[in-house]
Every structure is written in C-alpha cells, then in structure tokens.
Antibody, heavy 121, light 110 residues
Framework: EVQVVESGGGLVQPGGSLRLSCTVS????????MSWVRQGPGRGLEWVGR??????????DYAAPVRGRFSISRDDSKSTIYLQMNSLRIEDTAVYYC????????????WGQGGLVTVSS | QSVLTQPPSASGTPGLWVTIPCSGS????????VNWYQQLPRTAPKLLIY???QRPSGVPDRFSGSKSGTSASLAISGLYSEDEGDYYC???????????FGTGTQVTVL
C-alpha cells in the first residue's frame, strides 16, 4: 500500500517563505511522478505542480498562479519531494495535498492527508 | 476560474443514479484523457476514474466515466448516502501546459 505523508505546514506572513515535505512509502520512489494540489478555504481543488521521475527527465510543471514563486524538487534517497513556496500571498492560504501520479499525465491515485498553510499578518 | 465547467450541484434518490457533466475545450478534454475525483467531507480527494473510463482497483463499478468530443461525464448508479460529497473532473490542458480541475459538483442523496 502506498502511503503519502506531508509535513511542514504552518503560519507565515505575506511575502514570506515556507517549505513543505512529502515522504512516500510502498512504491519504487525513483520511478514515481509526484504532484501537489491545494484547496483554499471553502474552495475547489487547484493543481499546483508536478515533478517527473529522473528517468523521465526530472522536469517540473506548474500552474500559472504559482509559476516563478513555487518550486518542486525531489530527493530520491529520502523518498521525499519538496514544495518550496516563496513570495507567499494571502490567496496561497490552503490545505496542500501531495499525491502520487499513478497514470500519466496526472492521474493521482494516492494522496496524503494534507497540510494547512496559512498566509496572514 | 476553471476551464472545465461542471454544474455546482446534483442530486439523486438512493438506489437510483446521477450523472455529472464536465465541459471543456479542444485544448483539454478534446485532446487528453479525463480523470474524476471524489472528495467526501473532511477527507482527501480520491481517484475514481482515469483515462476517461478506467477504474482504479477498489473503485466499485457503480462509478463509470465517458467522454465525447470536448465533454465528459461521470455516472453514479445505485446511489448510497455515503456517496454524498464533491466530485471533480480534471484533464491536462495543452494551451496552459497545466493540469486543470473542474469547478466541482456537490452530490446530494435525497
């Protein structure tokens, strides 16, 4: 069974930075494509971005609202991906989910429990 | 504002069925496979359908997906009260070079 666990959420001021971590077990992480999805308070799901496996180039793609401010990276030795969030805005306040992409391009079959990020002064 | 449009709500009677439409464009649904997610209250989303009509292991065959042109739909048959929640379509958008979710449909079992 695939398990996905996020960590690192919290309260940050506008303009600040925060890094989320996502550790995965139960699969061959080196072959895994991973994604981040967020959900603002009372809002729908919003895709944030994805990172492919190194064998697939290790490249990243991002949604327009976070492009240039957020970055996703991976450490295969720790079965972990990261979401580095810079220049945070109030509208980035959301629950952030990490998910394993089981079928390309982005069918996410295993999700973490979500971590709350609150951007507020 | 999403490029995939869904009705905000849908309802059905226990034991019967409900269909949720998802409207897109040639840049997303028209060219790429559609996925469907279920989000029950206060839980993480769950993949129900991938590649238009495929069910992951463990998803009951009460859930079925279809696609035609730039539209897709999810059908839920034999409705249970436990099916109440939010349902989202999603697809890759070649113009945005991004994955997009639909606006979401809240399903109520009457």
């Amino acid at each position: 069974e695939v398990q996905v666990v996020e960590s690192g959420g919290g309260l940050v001021q506008p303009g600040g930075s925060l890094r989320l971590s996502c550790t995965v077990s139960g699969l061959s992480f080196t072959d895994a494509w991973m994604s981040w999805v967020r959900q603002g308070p009372g809002r729908g799901l919003e895709w944030v971005g994805r990172i492919k496996s190194k064998r697939s180039g290790g490249t990243t793609d991002y949604a327009a609202p976070v492009r240039g401010r957020f970055s996703i990276s991976r450490d295969d030795s720790k079965s972990t991906i990261y979401l580095q969030m810079n220049s945070l805005r109030i509208e980035d306040t959301a629950v952030y989910y990490c998910a394993h992409i089981a079928w390309a391009p982005v069918a996410m079959n295993s999700w973490g429990q979500g971590g709350l990020v609150t951007v507020s002064s | 504002q999403s490029v995939l449009t869904q009705p905000p709500s849908a309802s059905g009677t226990p034991g019967l069925w409900v269909t949720i439409p998802c409207s897109g464009s040639s840049a997303n649904i028209g060219k790429n496979p559609v996925n469907w997610y279920q989000q029950l209250p206060r839980t993480a989303p769950k993949l129900l359908i991938y590649k238009n009509n495929q069910r992951p292991s463990g998803v009951p065959d009460r859930f079925s997906g279809s696609k035609s042109g730039t539209s897709a739909s999810l059908a839920i048959s034999g409705l249970y009260s436990e099916d109440e929640g939010d349902y989202y379509c999603a697809a890759w958008d070649d113009s945005l070079n991004a994955y997009v979710f639909g606006t979401g449909t809240q399903v109520t079992v009457l």
